[in-house]
């Protein structure tokens, strides 16, 4: 073999490692698959309500590629569901962490062939079971699964994560020796500039002051003036993302610096957190902001009810004081777990100005006593420790012309203000106005945005009620229609000899899908939910017999609305 040749061969090897294979002595794990071509999503990646809590492994954009156990251990958990991590698999490993494997295809064989037992066992598709260690031993490259994209992913890829076992900490994978190609500093898209309070002003305003950035290579300025005005007590935020080598998704940043006159003030870093309370990323972005324009800032403030460990430096609580009729300099830093970061500069002066005295709201809630507000018609309990910080909160009723309401909208508190707690809001009605509804098709629904959005709701004989993590505006509809079913490969007497599966659409108009039941000749069989089709599939197993076969699937909604097919079907 020439010189040349065996070059060649030598590149193409190094190009088909593992971009995991690089791992550090104290943390020797074998990579998760076979070939990565970068990261879809990183760890502590500002979601909805959440942090993202592992890191999203592109697959090449298809499904089926080999998971392995990355040490050595047992399956402890195995979940199926149609929402959320799809298919998971859970390994406890000796060194004291926990390995998660999401939104898989399938299991291997072994692990197939028990939780369809178990499926079958439970008469349910979703499961979501514990095992003992002596179950399902695994050692370190074994083969587990199928990457997939099950669950709510958004397309195929593996959702990987490493937690602490004893403590269930989800842990930043890319500290624990799994690293990608990265010589991109993340991208500064702009800068939040934010008066805390109504004595305190931004550009001579009592509003957040929102500027674009732009950069060259990892240096970046706002635009226009680079001189802001201030006055009082003033609060930061930044938006950015990160890219890494030879990817184009625009993933979440590792941590955030801000300098002021030379001093660090503010250093946030994501490198764990509890789930517990995720919930508090609502405290660590300016949810105001978000709420009104779907933008994520991640702030300085910290506020008193946030919980999160992720701060290393917060002086003055990130609220910062400019009353010295000077001018000080402003550099924001952000960083990714490789290293690289982007700053920004730009200068404040502290300008005195007098504002106009805001309006004050009808009540305050404070986060140490909570709030309970009594009227006519309605009730809103919010409890201790449910605000993040001491809030006012405003109501009121009013008719809407909206004829699929039943009431009028009760306006409970302000959509902006983000909750740690459950509020509980009780609804006084008088159920003669629409008699024909029975009261079990009820519920409560929240109407901040342009599609109603149920919540659980209890009714009883003279009011309803439900908790919920959202302030705002609430109504009550009727749910009488029940879902609907749509065959789609199969019609009564089909002969069905030359297909593998039945495959059934089914839809809701309101309250949602919360249970359904295939069976065939009278015994129940597992049929495979995928909610983000909305599709049912059932894979010809055993209960499929030579001859007639007498299929029926019944599907109810979460008020009890049920829809039911029938078909004989021949093989």
């Known amino acids: 073999m020439n010189m040349l040749k065996k070059i060649a061969i030598f590149i193409f090897l190094l190009g088909t490692i593992s971009l995991f294979a690089q791992v550090t002595p104290t943390h020797d ?32 954009g298809a499904v089926g590629k080999n998971v392995y156990s990355i040490a050595d251990g047992y399956i402890s958990r ?12 859970y390994i406890t490993h000796t060194d004291g962490k926990m390995s998660v494997y999401a939104h898989l295809m399938q299991f291997n064989d072994t692990i197939a062939q028990w939780v369809r037992s178990e499926q079958y066992r439970q008469k349910s598709f979703a499961i979501n079971v514990f095992l003992k260690p002596d179950q399902f031993p695994v050692t370190k490259g074994e083969c587990i699964a199928l990457s997939g994209n099950s669950g709510s992913s958004g397309g195929p890829h593996l959702h990987f994560e490493i937690r602490n076992n004893a403590s269930g900490k989800v842990l930043n994978a890319l500290n624990y020796g799994f690293t990608i190609p990265d010589q991109i500093a993340p991208s500064i898209r702009q800068i939040i500039v934010s008066p805390n309070d109504s004595k305190s002003a931004v550009e001579k305003n009592n509003s957040d002051y929102v500027r674009m950035a732009r950069g060259t290579g990892n240096i970046y300025q706002i635009n226009g003036n680079d001189t802001l005005s201030v006055w009082g007590n003033i609060c930061f935020g930044v938006d950015a993302i990160d890219r890494s080598t030879g990817s184009t998704n625009a993933n979440g940043v590792y941590s955030f610096k801000v300098f002021i006159d030379n001093e660090l003030v503010f250093f946030e870093k994501l490198d764990g957190f509890y ?37 290393n430096v917060v002086k003055s609580n990130g609220i910062y004081q400019f009353e010295d009729e000077q001018i000080h300099e402003i550099v924001f830093e952000v960083g990714d777990a490789a290293n690289n970061s982007s700053k920004l500069k730009f200068w404040v002066k502290s300008e005195k100005i007098e504002l106009a005295a805001n309006k004050e709201h009808e009540e305050k809630v404070s986060r140490n006593q909570g ?13 201790k420790n449910a605000v993040y910080e001491d809030a006012e909160i405003d109501y009121t009723v009013f008719d809407s012309s909206d004829h699929n309401f039943l009431l009028p909208i009760f306006k409970l508190g302000d959509a902006t203000i983000p909750l740690q707690k459950k509020a509980e809001i009780t609804i006084f009605c008088d159920y ?28 009883y004989p003279l009011f309803m009620t439900a908790n919920v993590y959202d302030l705002g505006k609430y109504t009550v509809m009727a749910d009488t229609t029940a879902p609907i079913i749509t065959p789609e490969n199969i019609w009564n007497n089909k002969d069905v000899s030359h297909q593998k599966t039945i495959r059934v659409k089914i839809t809701d108009n309101l309250t949602g899908i919360v249970q359904y039941t295939g069976t065939l000749n009278g015994h129940w069989i597992l049929m495979e939910y995928d909610a ?10 055993e209960w499929m017999k030579e001859g007639n076969n007498q299929f029926v ?14 078909m004989n079907l021949k093989k």
């Open 432 to 459: 003669s106005r629409f008699k024909s509804i029975p009261k079990n098709k009820l519920v409560l629904v929240n109407v901040n945005g342009k599609t109603p959005k149920p919540v659980v709701t209890s009714v």
């Open 29 to 60: 794990y074998a990579a998760p698959v076979d070939l990565v071509s970068g990261l879809s999503g990183t760890f502590g990646e500002l979601r909805s309500n959440h942090f993202h809590s592992g890191i999203d492994i592109r697959t090449g």
């Open 532 to 541: 983000k089709e909305n599709l049912l599939e059932y894979k010809f197993d």
């Open 371 to 383: 709030l309970t507000i009594t009227e006519d018609n309605f009730i809103l309990k919010i409890p």
């Open 275 to 311: 789930f517990e309370e995720t919930r508090d990323i609502n405290s660590l972005i300016n949810y105001p902001y978000y709420i009104k324009n779907k933008i994520r800032f991640i702030q300085t403030k910290k506020q008193a009810g946030n919980r999160l460990d992720i701060y």
């Open 553 to 566: 699937l019944k599907v109810s909604d979460r008020v009890g609305n049920t829809s039911k097919i029938e």
């Open 78 to 89: 195995i979940s199926v569901s149609p929402f959320g991590y799809g298919n998971a698999l």
